[in-house]
């Protein structure tokens, strides 16, 4: 039983990371507009629309474990962009 539920998480985790490598591709063309038009990092406005977002389409019994998922996600997010703006910003020196 434990074997077969491990399985299944492996078939889960299979399809998240190149959803998560998706979602960083998409991270680094937001980084690079964000370099030309000197826009801050932090979205504070966006994040909370993801969350709200996430809130609703979860079950009640996961929310909180999913928006502490998220925030994961989103920091890894802008730890990316942040290097890809520094990146950009070295390479016009």
């Known amino acids: 039983m434990l074997e077969t539920q491990r399985e299944k998480i492996d078939a889960i985790d299979a399809q998240l990371v190149p959803l998560l ?3 960083l591709a998409l991270s680094k063309e937001i980084a690079t507009e964000k370099a030309s038009t000197h826009s ?3 979205n504070k406005e966006r994040e909370q629309a993801i969350y709200a977002q996430v809130k609703a389409a979860a079950d009640p019994e996961v929310q909180g474990y999913l928006k502490t998922l998220f925030e994961d996600i989103i ?3 802008k ?3 942040a290097h890809v703006i520094q990146d ?6």
């Open 88 to 93: 950009i910003n070295d390479s016009e020196k």
């Open 40 to 42: 801050p990092l932090t």
């Open 75 to 77: 920091l890894v997010s």
């Open 21 to 23: 490598t998706q979602r």
């Open 79 to 81: 730890q990316y962009q």
